[in-house]
């Protein structure tokens, strides 16, 4: 594996470890608010995410801040790089950051089209508190998820001239 590689994969488990602290220790448990008004945003994800939030007990690999997908993603690469089958790593770690986003990856989105939308939206998330518990705690996973993707890029190989280099007209 290249220091690219690694160095992605090394700040993958950094940001995870740091969101399963959030979550262990200085995270909320629960929160409860009252709201008025309707924003699609909120609407969608707290009509939708019961299915979500129940798939997300029975996945291991998305608990602690997606912790286990990231240390799994790194092992199954590892191994299967020194096994001279590297898509086989790919592949596996593209499963687990997909799972990543698919289950930690609602509430930014629908944040975002709510404050898009209506700033006063702010209020039917609860407040700071609400998307303290709602947007921040999924902010780890995703970005985990994302490093995770950058660490098993394969880079391109350059088919022109290269930075620098001056293309010289061909003569026939």
Known sequence: MSPRSWSWWAFALSVSTAGCAYAVILGVTG?????????????????????????????????????????????????AVRRGRPQWGRITTWILSTLLFLTHGGAPVAFSVDLLIDRSCLDTWGGPPGVRYFVLSAVAPLLAAVCMLLAVRQRRQSRGCGMGEIPTPRHE
């Open 31 to 79: 929160i409860s608010w009252v709201s008025w008004g309707s924003c699609p945003g909120s609407d969608f994800y707290l009509t939708r995410a019961v299915p979500v939030w129940s798939a997300l007990s029975y996945i291991p690999f998305t608990w602690l801040a997606g912790l286990p997908a990231v240390a799994t993603g790194l092992l199954v690469f590892r191994l």
